[in-house]
């Protein structure tokens, strides 16, 4: 009897300690509930009060009964996967299940982007059924964040900058749902062009080319589309088959508005920037809530525009652009240092992607505008100060060379670096540099990403420069007591000191006071 309890005694400790251990051993390897995902984009879909689509709530819900899923589905002919037909029904049958108010929501706010969603598939030669994938990822929630995607149609870091878009640490532009919506039908034009089938370009989009590839070469590249799935994570059929059953949802639910938005003047107005602008000088001028402003443009995701020679894209209300340009200058002009000063603490680095082929090296990658360089890793070297000395950000090093674990990173290794093509001179003159002489390009941008070199105080003709020159025991703290509204934080920010011990008698400082 005692050898009997002590056995049942020493199996439940055994599962005791293996439980959490198998629990955790599976984290990384259970893909996200696409359930759970849904409901929540569609909940905050709700929950956006400024969102564009607002506008395109005059109109008449159109809603059509089926009975057999399977028939409706192929009667409408669109991209088919045949044996996910099953598990789509499933996907039909939960977006029915949902409530009232959340349909209404995602129908309407569907039918405000359709027209222009088929133009651009239109412009690329993309059948025009694709325009489903977008509600089906991500109810049409343009804020939706996933492992490692982003926006209505959950694209990739890569496959958003390979494509020409911008992903930095003040922008992106994921979240701007026709831009998104552009990136993901050039990516779907390339993967159709590679592939030579739209079901597999569409794989493609969820999985990466690299992966869909080597699963081809292994199967002989005869390989049926269940075949392939069944190489794939689980989370990729899923997806397929909710593109599926929002094919056949949003036709038979449909929203007919009184006038089509991107026709009529009902849409809000656009404006280019060129200066770096924050959503708050708008409100200080316009009376705009910078809410508002962030819910047209989501693409910038702490409420400021960066400097740019193109000119970034704002959105704002109807009839509020002519204001805009009328007080551009007062707009200018009511730059607060602040509200840039607190951002820039607070910025870091895209999060690293999820890459779509982990462990395979990137071949022959080329980025429009972008020329490649390698630098030689010296020893010392840590991915921070590289990405500082050549100007991009972490996550892409690591993306560029297939980097898991930035301390594995050895010296001798290369790294290959993609740059501004007009600047690629200077960058590779880094690398014939000794490392404690490298310094960054002093340039608006970098100004931007650096907190330390952030030099907003020089956006507004208003704002009062001195020079002050250190006397006998005067320390940051003694001379920012001898101007108003100015720290010992702040003068040693403005003048690029990271010890205050260096500070000599003689030497000038800039000081931006408020009067």
């Known amino acids: 009897m005692k050898v009997f309890l002590r056995n049942i005694a020493f199996v439940i400790v055994a599962l005791f300690v293996a439980f959490p251990i198998f629990i955790f051993a599976q984290t990384d390897s259970v893909p996200e509930n696409y359930f759970l995902f849904f409901q929540k984009n569609i909940e905050e879909l709700s929950e956006n009060h400024f969102s564009p689509v607002e506008i395109n709530s005059e109109g008449k819900f159109k809603t059509e009964k089926t009975n057999d899923f399977s028939e409706k589905y192929t009667a409408l002919n669109p991209v088919v996967f045949p044996g996910l037909l099953e598990k789509s029904a499933a996907n039909f049958q939960f977006f029915n299940s949902l409530s009232e108010n959340e349909k209404r929501n995602l129908i309407r706010s569907f039918s405000f982007y359709e027209k222009e969603m088929e133009r651009i598939l239109k412009k690329e030669n993309l059948p025009t059924e694709l325009k489903f994938l977008a509600p089906a990822l991500s109810a049409m929630n343009e804020k939706a964040v996933s492992t490692d995607r982003a926006g209505v149609w959950q694209i990739t870091h890569f496959q958003t900058v390979l494509n020409g878009g911008e992903i930095n640490r003040l922008v992106d532009e994921r979240f701007n749902v026709l831009l998104s919506s552009r990136f993901a039908a050039i990516q779907l034009k390339q993967n159709l062009q590679n592939f030579k089938s739209t079901e597999l370009a569409v794989i493609a989009l969820f999985c990466g080319n690299t992966k869909l590839k080597n699963i081809l070469a292994e199967t ?168 500082e000395n050549y100007d991009v950000d972490v996550a892409d090093l690591k993306y560029w060379n297939n980097i898991s674990n930035e301390r ?81 934080e702040l003068i040693l920010e403005w003048n690029n000191i990271d010890d205050p011990r260096k500070i000599q008698i003689g030497q000038k400082l800039i000081i931006y006071p408020k009067k």
């Open 408 to 488: 594995r990173i050895q010296a001798g290794q290369k790294l290959d670096i993609f740059v501004p093509d007009d600047e690629a001179d200077y960058f590779r003159k880094l690398e014939k540099t000794e490392p404690e002489k490298q310094t960054l390009k002093n340039d608006p941008v970098t100004q931007i990403k650096k907190s330390t070199d952030l030099k907003v105080y020089d956006l507004t003709d208003t704002t009062k420069k001195i020079e002050h020159v250190v006397k006998s025991g005067e320390s940051p703290y003694i001379i920012a007591k001898q101007y108003d509204g100015v720290t010992p």
């Open 220 to 387: 002989g590249g005869n390989a049926d589309l269940n075949l392939i799935l069944s190489q794939l994570p689980e989370k990729v059929s899923e997806e397929i088959a909710a593109f599926q059953a929002m094919k056949v949802f949003l036709t038979v639910n449909k929203f007919i508005p009184v006038e089509d938005p991107f026709k009529t003047k009902i849409l809000p107005d656009t404006v280019l920037v060129f200066q770096q602008l924050h959503f708050q000088q708008i409100e200080k001028v316009l009376g705009i809530k910078s809410e508002q402003i962030q819910a047209l443009n989501p693409q910038y995701k702490f409420s400021i525009i960066p400097e740019s020679k193109n000119g970034h894209r704002l959105t704002l209300p109807n009839g509020k652009r002519d204001d805009f340009v009328l007080w551009n200058d007062s707009i200018k002009m009511a730059a607060d240092s602040s509200m840039f000063q607190i951002f820039a603490q607070t910025i870091e680095y895209p999060p690293a992607p999820n890459r779509q082929y982990l462990g395979e090296p990137i071949k022959d990658l080329v980025i429009e505008g972008k020329t490649k360089i390698q630098y030689r890793i010296k020893t010392g070297d840590v991915l921070g100060i590289i990405a």
